[in-house]
DNA sequence: GTAGTGATTGGAAGCGCTTCCAAAACTGTG
DNA sequence: CACAGTTTTGGAAGCGCTTCCAATCACTAC
């Protein structure tokens, strides 16, 4: 109340030297338990709280790191899958008692600008980057600065990166799989931003359960849909008149654009057209019908990032960490299997 | 490269002092313009970088400002709102040049624990917190901090804190003007959560439209809809046996839920049920029929309190800002007035 | 009783910057 | 050309903490 209450005057009150005050704080050993009560007393009494930037300064951490989501990706903010991912990283941050700093660039200038605060160790202890587009410059620049930095999604063009990612062919693979053993055959596909390494993943998984079941890869049957309903609903448009008996959706935004714009035809599913799609996230349960989909555990995506980043906080970056997350086929209604 | 890069360093390679440097760094007059270009010739040729957490120890000023968005209110991250929100609140601070720290409070450990980092003048600058549920005591802590802090969103028990809201009174009463002038009688509400201001404020404006036009206030219209799509569409299945013939949904995520349930019963909207809803965000477009719904600002409201904020930190606490920003209606397919 | 051990304590030097203040250098005036 | 007034400059004191290191202390073993 009195004075600027700085862990000196806390170490005034308490009659011992600020070092001792200080490991108190830290709750470091070497204290005497009747001394480390007494500077606890104070500390309580007084309602000390350490400012937290002389201890940033001082231990040269500062306890926050940096989500990162590169211009354009932004833009997919209004997909619920973003909105959940940083939750993800929020409660993990939460749990290791990081801070969470969210740069959301929303412009090249913005990106200009912020790179000088966040390449520099100081504000930040690490980064975690969202992946865009494929060669983006901000994500090269960022795993060159010396500032830990894990990458959500694999960057195509950074092998080497620490990243964590799900297993987007695997996915695909299962979701495709799961359409042939329902007995279609001219499996379509929405994919997303082809721009985006999920997108070209995906694409490789359907590519490639095709070809190994000796079907044949239509390109009139494929169509990019950029994550978005509006998108998907465009390219299902443009699909329709090949007559698909399935539809791979790379997105559960975009089955929902593809689900209006088969209605609008005419058709239903899953008696005309059988749809799985990728995500399981909230669009899937409120579409009708409810949507046979490949979960990707995005929560704990964005867990396993920080985890991710604080290891390598802690052990250094080598070896590069690589962790790819399982997903899983949650069938329900749009294939009609049940 | 060799040594260490601090201001000193820059100091010593332009041959000038600390202090000129600094002015430098900080584009502050009195350095005389050729020794000014030299000082920036040796920062741009070394790639020198301030550290900020230097910086805002010494200047005592972080240049950073929270988001704090209380327990549960995480869980509407959901709604397309938060993410959009967010981004508003994001980009005013990256056009402020202020980085953004994000608080997502899931669970009362959380509050306790961050509670001495954001309370306290240091990291924070100040702080956005969006309204919770009336009676939050986070928001009440807060706020009697020395924490410059705007709240977003009406604070029931706090009426002189700083705030920027939406009108929701004035919002909710011309949706419902709509209906009555397009000769509906029997309007029914889906509310949001009754425990936040928002939803208590959409409420208010229904029922005094309603009273003002001498109609009665019909307990048996009126369901909590708690803002999720499937609180939406339980509420219109409770409302449906009462025969509404129009429901003003209190946001666009309900009425996505309640023209499930319209259609489930086998109704057509706007044909049988005339449906308003609130918030204009892309549910509105993507339900069939399009949503008549009442726009509400996000983006520029999120921008709103990121100013008010700054305001508050630059100018003082006082007067207590209050802003109140306008919604409108905009008219598509839900209410069949074209 | 004394040397040796490990646990405790505090002095002091930072961390990298801002900013107050006094000194130095320049300007223009009579 | 001296003097008051204005810029320009740099020395030094912080900002509030951590941490190295040397000093002190309490014990144990001989």
């Not at 997108?199 to 079941?213: F, I, V």
Request: glycine share 6%; aromatic share 6%; proline share 6%.
């Amino acid at each position: 109340m009195t004075d600027k209450l700085t862990l000196d005057e806390i170490a005034r009150r308490a009659g011992v030297s600020r070092t001792t005050a200080s490991r108190v704080l830290n709750n470091r050993p070497n204290v005497r338990s009747e001394i480390r009560e007494r500077v606890q007393r104070v500390m309580a009494e007084t309602g000390y709280r350490p400012h937290p930037v002389a201890q940033s300064l001082a231990s040269q951490q500062s306890h926050v790191i940096g989500l990162v989501l590169p211009r354009r990706t932004e833009i997919l903010f209004n997909d619920p899958y973003f909105p959940r991912l940083t939750q993800g990283i929020a409660q993990a941050c939460n749990d290791h008692d990081y801070t969470l700093a969210l740069f959301m660039m929303q412009s090249e200038a913005d990106e200009q600008k912020f790179y000088p605060r966040i390449s520099r160790k100081g504000l930040l202890d690490g980064i975690v980057i969202q992946v865009g587009q494929i060669g983006d410059d901000l994500i090269a620049r960022l795993l060159a600065s010396d500032v830990p930095t894990v990458v959500a999604g694999r960057p195509l063009q950074h092998p080497n990166a620490n990243y964590v990612d799900v297993d987007n062919v695997a996915g695909a693979c299962s979701a495709v799989m799961h359409l042939l053993h329902l007995g279609h055959k001219r499996i379509g596909m929405i994919t997303g931003d082809m721009r985006t390494t999920a997108a070209l993943d995906r694409y490789t998984g359907y590519c490639k359960t095709l070809q190994e079941h000796d079907l044949p890869v239509d390109e009139t049957l494929i169509s990019e849909g950029y994550f978005t309903e509006i998108g998907g609903y465009e390219a299902m448009q443009r699909l329709l008149p090949h007559k698909p008996d399935a539809i791979f959706s790379s997105s559960d935004a975009m089955a929902l654009g593809a689900l209006r714009a088969i209605y609008e035809a005419g058709l239903t599913v899953p008696k005309d057209i059988a749809v799985v799609s990728f995500d399981d996230l909230p669009p899937a349960t409120i579409a009708r019908p409810q949507l046979t989909t490949i979960h990707q555990p995005v929560h704990a995506f964005g867990v396993k990032a920080v985890e991710t980043l604080l290891d390598v906080i802690k052990n250094g970056p080598t070896p590069p960490r690589r962790i790819i997350m399982e997903t899983e086929l949650v069938i329900r209604e749009s294939c009609g299997s049940r």
